[in-house]
């Protein structure tokens, strides 16, 4: 019986099996570990760059606390 690889370390902050368990859900029974760090990668991307649009906002509006309104504006 092969050995399998060791599962690769990432330093990103989405852990990997509730976004297995969300795409089970949706009906992905199996999904390939790259596919799943890839949607992962995009995932945290897109949460990285919606967060400085949002931080401009508030600072744009003389905050300091970034609310859900901001990140609303800024996914728009």
Not at 23 to 48: F, H, N, Q, T
């Amino acid at each position: 019986m092969a050995k399998k690889a060791p599962a690769k370390k990432s330093d990103g902050y989405i852990a990997k099996a509730p976004i297995r368990r969300l795409m089970k859900k949706e009906g992905a029974d199996l999904v390939a570990a790259d596919a799943l760090d890839k949607l992962i990668g995009y995932l945290e991307k897109e949460a990285a760059n919606t967060t400085k649009e949002a931080i401009k906002i508030t600072k744009a509006d003389k905050r300091k606390r970034v609310t859900a309104a901001d990140i609303r504006k800024a996914t728009r």
